[in-house]
């Protein structure tokens, strides 16, 4: 069974960073793109980051501009999104998503879901 859990989420202040985990399990990750989405309280999903299975490519969303990078450790099966000069406009649920590697930045795209890390940034 496929399982992705997020971590890493809290709370920080306007400017601050963190970094959140998705460890994956249960799929052979290095065949899989990873996604990261999120989704404020009365809004619809949206694409943050994604990165190939091969490591080789990523893309990011204008929302977040170059602030945000995503990484995957292989050897442990894990995705990481470092987060920097977060505002409040940033303040939402993360939620990690794997998939086919045609899957782009359309959540429909990613067959697997984490079950979300809340980040909140003060201002």
């Known amino acids: 069974q496929v399982h992705l859990v997020e971590s890493g989420g809290g709370v920080v202040q306007s400017g601050g960073s963190l970094r959140l985990s998705c460890a994956a399990s249960?799929?052979?990750?290095?065949?899989?793109?990873m996604g990261w989405f999120r989704q404020a309280p009365g809004k619809e999903r949206e694409f943050v980051e994604t990165?190939?299975?091969?490591?080789?490519?990523?893309s990011y969303a204008d929302s977040v501009g170059g602030r945000f990078s995503i990484s995957r450790d292989k050897a442990k099966t894990t995705v990481y999104l470092q987060m920097n000069s977060l505002n409040p406009e940033d303040t939402a649920v993360y939620y990690c998503?794997?998939?086919?590697?045609?899957?782009?930045?359309?959540?429909?795209?990613?067959?697997?879901w984490g079950q979300g890390t809340q980040v909140t940034v003060s201002s």
């Open positions: 998503a794997a998939g086919r590697w045609r899957a782009g930045t359309n959540s429909g795209d990613y067959a697997y």
């Open positions: 990165m190939s299975a091969s490591g080789s490519s990523t």
């Open positions: 249960g799929l052979t990750f290095n065949a899989y793109r």
